[in-house]
């Protein structure tokens, strides 16, 4: 085995080895040994590769020197792993050269968006579907029956309202998504904002008969963020203890401050959203704040919930460096808690 060769996949940044023309394998570098095996030097490269995708790729370079691809399959020990192998002749043509290229957060990045792209679809077209049902029905059926055709339009106008407020939603969540890495630098009052969400979410509580308790205690409390948007924050969980929540009567709302917040070791602000509803089986409280997850989607969508709240709280809070936490016990209530550093961002961590 040659030293020079060695020396030179040690200093590639990938997983890297090396077959000559009789079918061992030369030369390996730390990182593929790790990937595929100790001690695969003078291995003949088939049992060592062991993936057909790879082995036909080696064999097609070896044949005719033209490079080629091939994705190799592994494992971490965490998750399943993507490489993509690049299988390419070295110069000299005594040796061809396999990288190996970690392509998972690709592959995972692409899933996502297109499960994504397929919940949206999914999401609009059943009040789309309710919609042209009914203009089928007003332009048929219904055609002389001022009675039907007065429900029907209500019913449109709901369908139509859930459509807009889903794109407002998805609209929002791509705002604040876009943001999230550029810190805010407003002053704000913590104390005025959630005065100013329960003022204008009154009129909600009233109809579910739901009355609010504050307990905001003083000082009032300033700290650094971005107004609207924890208006937003606010507005989603009061709003989701109202819905959700109604049968307990009650949504509590209170802040607490702590000179070092234990989970973020800094000064921070806490603020509990409380509800004494149904609450939330133990088993969603993991995947609440990913898009369109609902803990129960029949009625949720009965109650006209989108599905994107919470992922909009969590980003919003992710931007302000914040933490959420969900307590929940079923037939008790829910307990959300926002929890938000209160001081200015040093200079080292802007940075
Ligand atoms: P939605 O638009 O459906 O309300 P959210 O993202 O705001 O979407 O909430 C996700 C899900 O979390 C809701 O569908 C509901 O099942 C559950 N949820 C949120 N808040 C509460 C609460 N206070 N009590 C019970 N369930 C809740």
Do not use: W
């Not at 049992?47 to 005719?64: F, G, K, N, S, Y």
């Amino acid at each position: 085995m040659s030293k020079a060769l060695s020396d030179t996949l040690a200093a590639v940044p990938l997983p890297a080895l090396m077959i000559d023309g009789t079918e061992r394998i030369v030369a390996a570098n730390a990182a593929v040994r790790v990937l595929i095996g100790q001690g695969i030097e003078g291995r003949n490269y088939v049992t060592m590769l062991r993936q057909p995708a790879v082995i036909d790729a080696v064999e097609a370079v070896l044949r005719d020197s033209r490079p080629r691809e091939a994705q190799y399959l592994a494992n971490d020990g965490v998750q399943d792993t993507t490489f993509q192998v690049t299988v390419r002749v070295v110069a000299d043509h005594k040796a061809i050269m396999l990288c190996f290229l970690d392509v998972t957060h690709v592959e995972q990045a692409g899933q996502m968006r297109r499960d994504f792209v397929a919940n949206v679809s999914h999401e609009l077209r059943t009040p789309l579907t309710a919609l042209m049902g009914f203009i089928e029905t007003l332009r048929g059926p219904a055609r002389d029956d001022a009675a039907a055709r007065d429900r029907f339009l209500d019913i449109m106008e709901g369908e139509a309202g859930r459509m807009n407020r889903l794109v407002g939603d998805l609209l929002s969540l791509s705002r604040v998504e876009g943001d999230e890495r550029v810190r805010p630098r407003d002053t704000v009052n913590l104390t005025d904002i959630l005065s100013s969400v329960l003022r204008t979410l009154t009129p909600l509580a009233d109809e579910a008969g739901v009355t609010f308790d504050q307990a905001f205690g003083a000082p009032s409390v300033d700290m650094v963020g971005d107004a609207d948007q924890l208006m937003q924050v606010f507005t989603n969980l009061i709003e989701n203890a109202i819905k959700y929540g109604a049968s307990g009567g009650r949504v509590t709302v209170q802040i607490d401050r702590a000179r070092r917040d234990p989970a973020l070791r800094v000064p921070g602000v806490r603020v509990h959203v409380i509800d004494y509803g149904a609450g939330i089986d133990s088993i969603h409280l993991p995947r609440l704040t990913e898009r369109f997850y609902r803990a129960d989607s029949h009625r949720n969508r009965a109650l006209g919930g989108t599905g994107l709240g919470l992922a909009i709280v969590k980003h919003i809070i992710n931007r302000h460096r914040g933490r959420l936490r969900i307590d929940s016990t079923l037939g008790q209530g829910t307990q959300f808690t926002v929890i938000l550093p209160v001081q200015a961002p040093t200079q080292t961590d802007a940075g």
